[in-house]
T-cell receptor, first 115, second 116 residues
């Protein structure tokens, strides 16, 4: 089955630690995205990548970093600089920047809790 | 369908009834709209989309209506089933965003509860 795999599903972090969330897709999609979801709020874009070895900041990139060394993979690192990292993180992909390419396929999410 | 604060609007309907979930948008340049369904603890799933050159689009048991005059979008679910219980949210994209999904703006969502 084609899809997006996020891991881990649950993650606990102590303050001051960096953590990396994994996102892998086998849909052959060009574009990948990271969103943050907080209770009662809409999805907010953290980072996105339209092509390998290139990525752009979204609306709330501060305290996060990403890499896109392979088409299939787009890991997100939540750094100690992120002041309020407890949230549900969603990875998504789409066919890329083309007419009608707005349909996102989402992973199952990773819930990060800071202790 | 939009909420203020931490609590989502909730719509409770009887199983078998029709549901209507609403979404207001403010950007007059928005030309593409999409509805997602998110079950508890899972990622969102695509339901249906519509472009601004249409007023209505139908899928399987779902219909999306777009009223550009009042900037309002609605999702109608026919003959609701227990599996329809989820959070539903809309997203919009502007013709000026370049066409990529990075231009999507997401609503906060409505929690649909199906009563037996």
């Amino acid at each position: 089955d084609g899809g997006i795999t996020q891991s881990p599903k649950y993650l606990f972090r102590k303050e001051g630690q960096n953590v990396t969330l994994s996102c892998e897709q086998n849909l052959n999609h060009d574009a990948m995205y990271w969103y943050r979801q907080d209770p009662g709020q809409g999805l907010r874009l953290i980072y996105y990548s339209q092509i390998v070895n290139d990525f752009q900041k979204g609306d709330i990139a501060e305290g996060y970093s990403v890499s896109r060394e392979k088409k299939e993979s787009f890991p997100l690192t939540v750094t100690s600089a992120q002041k309020n990292p407890t949230a549900f993180y969603l990875c998504a992909s789409s066919i890329g920047r083309a007419a009608g390419a707005n349909v996102l396929t989402f992973g199952a999410g990773s819930r990060l809790t800071v202790l | 369908g939009e909420s203020v604060g931490l609590h989502l609007p909730t719509l409770s309907v009887q199983e078998g009834d029709n549901s209507i979930i609403n979404c207001a948008y403010s950007n007059s340049a928005s030309d593409y709209f999409i509805w997602y369904k998110q079950e508890s603890g899972k990622g969102p799933q695509f339901i249906i989309d519509i472009r601004s050159n249409m007023d209505k689009r139908q899928g399987q048991r779902v219909t999306v209506l777009l009223n550009k005059t009042v900037k309002h979008l609605s999702l109608q679910i026919a003959a609701t089933q227990p599996g329809d219980s989820a959070v539903y949210f809309c997203a919009e994209n502007s013709r000026y965003s370049g066409g990529g999904a990075d231009g999507l703006t997401f609503g906060k969502g409505t929690h649909l509860i199906i009563q037996p």
